[in-house]
Each structure stands twice: as structure tokens, then as C-alpha cells.
């Protein structure tokens, strides 16, 4: 029997007003409708959704922290996009952002409570994953073992959290070889949706030789948060929370009041005939991991990893209302 975990509300005091962006209007909103399927469908709204905005306050929508002034409305403020005036804000802010940063850059925020969905960007480009796939490799062992199809073993433990927590290549090598493979790549594209997930073209089928987009991810992560099972969904909410310092970027950036975990990726790959950065980050952030953030970059061959792993945490900031530019450290 699968369990499922409905995200609760948002507290006042974690709200914060964003600096007013002059835009008249924001693009890239939309709204996946709840529904449409029986049992423990992914899109099936939980209970009691709160006012809509990863900084909302626990008033009615689009108001302002309290003791804060209310902020300018937009020119143009979309109704029923699923997000109150203050978050539109603050995506204006990010699409500027965005805007502003060469490569090629999806972003995708999804909100539990109310399924609104803001994308923008190249969310269906596809690059290489590096270590986000790190993620689904350890919640397939999880899923086999539970399904009595392996047997975890204590050293099969202490890899998954070497290759959550510390991100080491080592560990998901050993973790690939012992339970990886054609099965392994297949159930992520069916049972985790990663519908785009394909092996670098040239390359043999091995972990770090994959692709995905900004899309596959957030299936990934909507599939952990509502789908898995209770223990195991707690397992790994736990590991992306304690990542260790080379982690401690991208969602992270969200600040420590909205508790958040990720999965990161970085690594200098070929691409287009030249070696690029790419650096992407997928998790969660908020009461009950409410709201799903990812973020996927690859940058043009003149981009380094300070500026990839600064612009992917500038925009987590500025989409949660934290500090920016992001206190981050590169690894």
C-alpha cells in the first residue's frame, strides 16, 4: 500500500516581499488542472490548498507579509494562473534573470498544494544529467528492495548515501554496476516518466553517459514526492536535505526557513563540438517538500562552473524571496 503526504501551509513568517519588477506582463505561467486519474494519481490536488506562492503570507492572495507594505501590483497581473500577484512578481524578476544569462536554461516550479505549474526557459532541451540521475538510481534499489525483487545489503546503504549526500561517482559506479543497466534505464523512462532520458549519442549505456531535460526531472522528483513509498520517500527527503557542502547550491538557495533538500549535478562535457558546464539542480522546498523546483543549465563554452552553479542559486533565491546573489559556495 502506497501512502501520500498532503504539504500543509505555508507560515507568515517565512514570507518576504520581493523588489518590484517593472514588468507588464509575466510569461511562462501555467496551471495543470487536478484529476483525471484514480488512486494515487500525481495530480490529484491535496486537501486545503494555501494561498498560491513559494513566499506567500497566510492571507488572502497577493497580500504582503505582515508589518510589510503592500508591494505595486504589475501593469498587467494574470487571474488564475494559480499564483497571487507577489510570486508573479517574483518570477518576473527571474525571467529577467534568465533573460540576462547566455546557454540555454529551463526552469520549473510546482506547487503540491494547488498543482500550478511555472515554467520558463529551454525546460525541454535536452543536455547530459550528470549526478541528478544519481537520485533515480537510488530510488529504483529502493523500489526493487521493497518489492522483494534485490536485497539490500549495508554496503549497498552506505553507497546510496554516498551518492546522495556527498554526490561521489565512486559509490553510484559500484551501485550501477551491481543492479544497473538496460532495466535500470527503462523503468526510469516508464516507471519515473523520464520520457526524454535517452544515452549520449556515441556512448555506451552507463550513468554518466545519459541525457534528460528540465521536464524528465520534474517527473522524477513529482514521482518520489507523491508515488513512493512512505518510508522510502522519507529516506530520501532525508539525504537531499543533509547534502553535504558541494550540494549546498541551486534549490538550497532557497533559504533554511523553507527546509530545502536537492540533487545536484555539475561536470564540463562535450556538446555541439565544444566542452560546456552544465550545472543543474532538482528538489524541493517548503512545509511537506510543497513546492518542486528544478533547474537545468548548459552554458555556452566560454561559462565556468562559479557562473553556472551562481546563476541556477541566484534563481532559486529570487523565485523564494531569498538573499541575492545567493550565499553559495562552488565545489
Known amino acids: 500500500m502506497r501512502f501520500r503526504t498532503g504539504p500543509g501551509l505555508l507560515p507568515a513568517a517565512l514570507a518576504a516581499t520581493a523588489a518590484v519588477v517593472a514588468i507588464a506582463v509575466v510569461v511562462g505561467v501555467t496551471v495543470v488542472a487536478a484529476g483525471g486519474q484514480s488512486g494515487t494519481s500525481r495530480w490529484a490536488a491535496p486537501i486545503a490548498a494555501p494561498p498560491s506562492g513559494p513566499a506567500a503570507s497566510a492571507g488572502s492572495a497577493g497580500s504582503s507579509p505582515a508589518g510589510s507594505p503592500s508591494p505595486s501590483p504589475l501593469a498587467s497581473c494574470p487571474p488564475n494562473t494559480g499564483w497571487d500577484c507577489a510570486q508573479q512578481r517574483r518570477f518576473a524578476a527571474a525571467n529577467a534573470l534568465l533573460a540576462d544569462s547566455p546557454g540555454k536554461l529551463g526552469v520549473i516550479v510546482h506547487d503540491r498544494n494547488t498543482n500550478a505549474v511555472w515554467r520558463a526557459g529551454t525546460t525541454a532541451n535536452t543536455t547530459w544529467t550528470a549526478s541528478t540521475i544519481k537520485l533515480a538510481i537510488v530510488a529504483t534499489i529502493l523500489e526493487w528492495h521493497r518489492e522483494g525483487k534485490i536485497s539490500i545489503t549495508d554496503t549497498d546503504r552506505a553507497n546510496m548515501s554516498a551518492a546522495l549526500v556527498d554526490s561521489s561517482n565512486a559509490a553510484t559506479t559500484t551501485l550501477w554496476a551491481r ?135 541566484d534563481l532559486a533565491a529570487t523565485i523564494f524571496a531569498a538573499t541575492v546573489p545567493a550565499r553559495v559556495v562552488t565545489p
Open 179 to 313: 543492479y544497473g543497466g538496460q532495466p535500470m534505464f527503462h523503468r526510469f523512462r516508464s516507471k519515473y516518466e523520464m520520457t526524454s532520458l535517452s544515452v549520449v549519442s556515441g556512448y555506451e549505456l552507463f550513468w554518466r553517459n545519459l541525457r534528460c531535460n528540465a521536464e524528465d526531472l520534474h517527473h522524477l522528483m513529482l514521482y518520489i514526492l507523491n508515488d513512493l513509498y512512505l518510508d522510502d520517500r522519507a529516506y530520501l527527503i532525508g539525504k537531499l536535505r543533509g547534502v553535504g557542502a558541494n550540494q549546498q547550491w541551486g534549490v538550497w538557495a532557497a533559504g533554511s526557513a523553507l527546509r530545502p533538500g536537492n540533487k545536484n549535478g555539475w561536470a564540463q562535457k562535450p556538446d555541439s563540438g565544444s566542452n560546456r558546464w552544465v550545472t543543474h539542480t532538482v528538489g524541493f522546498a517548503g512545509p511537506s517538500e510543497c513546492y518542486i523546483v528544478v533547474i537545468t543549465y548548459s552554458q555556452p563554452p566560454s561559462g565556468t562552473l562559479s557562473k553556472g552553479i551562481h546563476t541556477v542559486s
